[in-house]
């Protein structure tokens, strides 16, 4: 597979003084909407893309929720989706409030199948 990228130039934020350089800048060549994508999966399986629709958009309001209650949501060798929060910090343990937490992020660390593909891509300038 492979993917295209531009050339862009960027300055240093923590440096406005630095010179700026330039950095390979990758491009998107489209949009997969749930339906392409389950009428996709039905090509390759005998499952119908009706019934695909059916179980990712199960699966899509499934994940937040289970992120919601505190869990990881491991997607086998896809990978998993957890939580991460910023907050302020305390002096001491027992200044600990949850009213300290700024803000709460989804997280997805990819899994042993989807390294090896995302491994494999090839570059291209577009």
Do not use: H
């Not at 003084?17 to 909407?33: E, L, M, N, Q």
């Not at 090509?43 to 505190?70: C, H, K």
């Not at 991460?84 to 700024?102: C, H, L, M, P």
């Amino acid at each position: 597979m492979t993917v295209k990228y531009n050339v862009v130039e960027r300055g240093n934020p923590a440096d406005q003084t630095a010179p700026k350089k330039f950095y390979p800048s990758i491009v998107s060549s489209g949009r997969k909407s749930l339906r392409q994508m389950a009428t996709r999966i039905a090509e390759i399986s005998t499952v119908s893309s009706t019934d695909t629709i059916a179980v990712l958009e199960a699966l899509l309001s499934t994940i937040p929720q289970e992120l919601a209650a505190g869990n990881i949501v491991e997607l086998g060798d896809f990978g998993s989706f957890w939580l991460k929060s910023n907050s302020e910090g305390a002096d001491t343990a027992e200044a600990v409030r949850a009213s300290q937490i700024e803000s709460l992020l989804p997280r997805f660390t990819p899994g042993k199948e989807f390294k090896k593909v995302i491994s494999n891509i090839e570059y291209e300038k577009a």
